[in-house]
């Protein structure tokens, strides 16, 4: 039997400063529709945004607890999202803007960090049938009332991982600026080496500067691999189980840490 290959790609605000990225990243997805996948592509902010957005709130003295911020907040993935996807099917693709509410991407607790409780698979199955591209805004979901629920700042590693699990996937793809992490800052010293492998506890130990550190004990929990790459790059650097953690200098990782954003 025939299992159709699917792959969830999440592109971070580091790749993503203005729509003149749009045919960057448009090549990346291209690359997975010519190896047979389906594509579900979670999108961030515009670099940026967020901040802006944060400020806007704080301007109106809008209340961290209240929808009206939520939906504020998150404004900024819903724009990047909806400009992806009307790029892409002005350039001939077959791809569709999907909020997480049609997902039934359901999330509870504090409403601007919240963690995810469910989501429909077989939504987001039907959907990829009618379109091959998916392109579906990060960092929100919605409460059992259908409001709008934020999933904490740098929210939308937490999607990517999260819909992957619900396609029963064992990888996802986060995008980044640089082709992978190192085992320190390669802007600053020539003998640098990229990590291929880092295991969860190295990952974790870092903080939560790589990667949004819920994503990171998410995906630990359900053994699912990141993928940290650079756009059109085919090699990566791993964070999984399963293999002989790897030795770095924890602190001069960290002082690598915001260019892999």
């Not at 963690?115 to 049938?129: C, Q």
């Given at each position: 039997?025939?299992?159709?290959?699917?792959?969830?790609?999440?592109?971070?605000?580091?790749?993503?400063?203005?729509?003149?990225?749009?045919?960057?990243?448009?090549?990346?997805?291209?690359?997975?529709?010519?190896?047979?996948?389906?594509?579900?592509?979670?999108?961030?902010?515009?670099?940026g945004v967020?901040?802006?957005?944060?400020?806007?709130?704080?301007?109106?003295?809008?209340?961290?607890?209240?929808?009206?911020?939520?939906?504020?907040?998150?404004?900024g993935e819903f724009q990047s999202a909806t400009d992806l996807s009307t790029h892409l099917i002005q350039q001939g693709f077959k791809a569709s803007f999907k909020a997480p509410s049609a997902f039934?991407?359901?999330?509870?607790?504090?409403?601007?960090?919240?963690?995810?409780?469910?989501?429909?698979?077989?939504?987001?199955?039907?959907?990829?049938?009618?379109?091959?591209?998916?392109?579906?805004?990060?960092f929100s979901a919605v409460d059992f009332e259908q409001n709008c629920i934020l999933l904490g700042r740098g929210g939308s590693d937490i999607s990517a991982v999260y819909v992957a699990q619900a396609l029963k996937l064992d990888c996802v793809r986060l995008l980044k600026d640089v082709n992978g992490l190192y085992d320190m800052d390669p802007n600053k010293y020539t003998n640098a080496q990229r990590l291929s492998y880092i295991d969860y506890q190295t990952a974790r130990s870092i903080g939560g500067e790589l990667i949004q550190t819920e994503a990171l004990d998410f995906a630990a929990s359900?053994?699912?691999?990141?993928?940290?790459?650079?756009?059109?790059?085919?090699?990566?650097?791993?964070?999984?189980?399963?293999?002989?953690?790897?030795?770095?200098?924890?602190?001069a990782l960290n002082q690598v840490s915001a260019c892999a954003l």
């Open positions: 039997m025939h299992t159709q290959k699917r792959a969830v790609l999440k592109f971070g605000g580091s790749v993503l400063s203005s729509p003149a990225n749009f045919s960057r990243i448009t090549s990346e997805i291209q690359k997975h529709l010519d190896e047979g996948f389906q594509v579900v592509a979670i999108v961030s902010a515009y670099f967020t901040e802006q957005l944060i400020s806007q709130a704080r301007e109106r003295n809008f209340f961290t607890s209240s929808i009206e911020y939520a939906e504020l907040i998150s404004s039934s991407f359901i999330a509870e607790g504090k409403r601007d960090c919240a963690a995810p409780v469910s989501i429909d698979a077989g939504k987001i199955i039907a959907a990829l049938k009618q379109t091959p591209i998916i392109i579906m805004p990060g359900k053994n699912i691999c990141i993928d940290i790459a650079a756009i059109g790059k085919s090699n990566a650097s791993r964070i999984g189980p399963g293999l002989k953690p790897v030795q770095v200098n924890v602190s």
